[in-house]
């Protein structure tokens, strides 16, 4: 069992930034961040696996830059130039994996609680 715990989370102005951590309690092949607006579907946004491979939704290329810190169990997400449209929930979510593993299709089986992200026009 990992647990995960979202943090960074706030209100910003169209055009401001932010960066999202989460901590896993331990090592985990994939993580992923998600969000949910409301009345809207999860969508992934942002993937890494520990090897450092990633890949990102088109909505988000150019803005955001996913990294993590293997050693401390860390996965970051630095968000800039929010647009309005970016309002939602942001979770972490993790899953194994192995170096074949494409974590974008992975069944992430692990989630935190989620952190809001708000961004006023």
């Known amino acids: 069992q990992v647990q995960l715990m979202e943090s960074g989370g706030g209100s910003v102005q169209a055009g401001g930034s932010l960066n999202l951590s989460c901590v896993a309690s331990g090592p985990i092949y994939c993580m992923g961040w998600f969000r949910q607006a409301p009345g809207k579907e999860r969508e992934g946004i942002a993937h890494m696996d520990s090897a450092g491979n990633y890949m990102y939704t088109e909505s988000v290329k150019g803005r955001f830059t996913i990294s993590r810190d293997n050693a401390k169990h860390t996965l970051y997400l630095q968000m800039n130039n929010l647009k309005p449209e970016d309002t939602a929930m942001y979770y972490c979510?993790?899953?194994?994996?192995?170096?074949?593993?494409?974590?974008?299709?992975?069944?992430?089986?692990?989630w935190g609680r989620g952190t809001q992200v708000t961004v006023s026009s």
């Open positions: 979510a993790a899953a194994p994996g192995t170096p074949t593993t494409w974590c974008p299709l992975v069944n992430y089986n692990y």
